[in-house]
């Protein structure tokens, strides 16, 4: 087993967003702070970064696209074998693998722009 | 006087066909007349609350007109405040029921509307009474939370508002059947104009820009910061679509002269019978598409930690 650092994504959102409760992770700024989160721990650390998504029940698209982009921006997609998920829910993995192709596509945009 | 008598069923299609044959009067005294509607779906209550908006705001002179006699269409267009966001038929002779999370009232999206707080509570309407919808939860969410952002942007450009309206249906024949309908409706710019506004996009019609706006890493509006964060991605219509065509949904997006309808994996574009200068929004999800949607998922589930 590597040696991971551990981020309880619930307990942190609640603190970095200020709100009381998180059980989704619905929106851009939830998903870019989630982000800062993981580059932050991704720059301070060599280990591996743990991010434990225990009870979170579901991302949307544009949360993850954020999450990721941020990612992709600020330390590159070639980081992210370095992030391990766990607790993730089904529907939030679907998330997470399609905010990460819209990131790509947004950091290289083929044809498209913002609108 | 121009008389809009509005149609029995009052939806979204037979809405349109009502106002393409009357439009207001400009100067005159218009009367919109609710007395012989019975039946009135969410698809039709946002956009007719979104062009009566309209109207009052060019200077139209409106009057309501209901029933004699008490009806349940127009005691549920009470409830759900409909006519409170228009300052008329206040009193009421029934007592204001608890929504127990199947409905929540219409609400009005404007410039200063805070989408942070309206968006979770639709969303919390629609899921509400099943904990296993938390699991889609986040989708509903955004994409409302992000049409709502567009209409405030649009209404920044100029006094225009938006309605959105969330509503579960039952069966009482089927106690396992359940709806969950959504609707945003606005009469501001529109997709195309907005998308040609705000990119380098070269957009050939209204279809088109409908098919681009359903497609991930098109729009967004990221130079929007809220407490220090982008405001908008702009997935929440490619999201909504993806669930949706998973779930065996419908999902209907019009805008000007185009309309761009999903039935589960089905997908098609059709010109509008009548125009809708904005834009409309109808979701429909069904407890049973959602419910298979997520046993899918859980069956092809084998790892315990993910890296991507």
């Known amino acids: ?115 | 006087m121009c008389i809009i008598k509005l149609p029995r069923q009052l939806e979204y299609d037979s809405l349109l066909d009502c106002l393409s044959n009357n439009s207001p009067l400009l100067g005159k005294e218009n009367v919109i007349d609710f007395s012989t509607v019975n039946f009135v779906k969410p698809s039709g209550i946002a956009p007719l609350a979104a062009i009566i908006n309209k109207w009052l705001n060019h200077g139209f002179k409106l009057a309501f007109k209901r029933s004699s006699e008490h009806t349940n269409s127009f005691a549920y267009l009470q409830r759900i405040d409909f006519f409170r966001a228009f300052d008329v038929f206040k009193e009421e002779n029934f007592l204001r029921h608890d929504s127990q999370g199947n409905f929540l009232p219409l609400q009005e999206i404007t410039y200063e509307s805070n989408t942070d707080e309206i968006a979770p509570k639709l969303a919390k309407t629609l899921t509400g009474n099943e904990p296993a919808f938390d699991y889609i939860r986040s989708e509903l969410q955004n994409c409302l939370y992000e049409s709502m952002n567009n209409i405030k942007d649009h209404a920044q450009l100029g006094p225009i508002a938006g309605y959105s309206l969330a509503q579960n249906f039952s069966r009482k024949n089927d106690p396992t059947y359940k709806e969950y309908v959504f609707t945003t409706a606005d009469a501001g710019r529109g997709i195309l104009n907005s998308l040609r506004e705000n990119s380098d996009l070269t957009i050939d019609n209204e279809t088109h820009a409908l098919d681009l706006a359903c497609q991930k890493s098109v729009s967004g509006s990221p130079g929007i910061i809220n407490d220090g964060y982008p405001r908008n991605m702009g997935e929440g219509l490619t999201s909504i679509d993806r669930i949706v065509e998973s779930t065996n949904g419908y999902f209907r997006l019009i805008s000007g002269n185009a309309e761009r309808i999903r039935c589960g994996k089905k997908v098609e574009y059709r010109a509008s019978k009548y125009p809708w200068q904005g834009t409309v929004v109808i979701v429909k999800l069904h407890k049973s598409g959602i419910q298979g949607y997520l046993d899918a998922l859980r069956a092809g589930r084998k790892e315990d930690e993910v890296r991507f």
């Open chain 1, 1 to 115: 087993m590597t040696e991971s650092q551990t981020i309880n994504v619930r307990e942190t959102l609640q603190q970095k967003m200020r709100v009381e409760e998180i059980i989704t992770i619905s929106g851009t700024p939830s998903g870019t702070a989630l982000g800062i989160l993981t580059v932050d721990a991704l720059k301070s650390s060599d280990l591996d970064i743990h991010l434990d998504f225990d009870g979170i029940y579901s991302m949307s698209g544009s949360a993850a696209c954020a999450f990721w982009l941020y990612i992709g921006t600020n330390v590159g997609f070639e980081s992210i074998g370095k992030i391990v998920f766990s607790h993730l829910e089904p529907s939030a993995m679907e998330a997470l693998k399609y905010g990460l192709e819209s990131a790509k596509e947004r950091l290289n945009p083929p044809h498209k722009a913002v609108g």
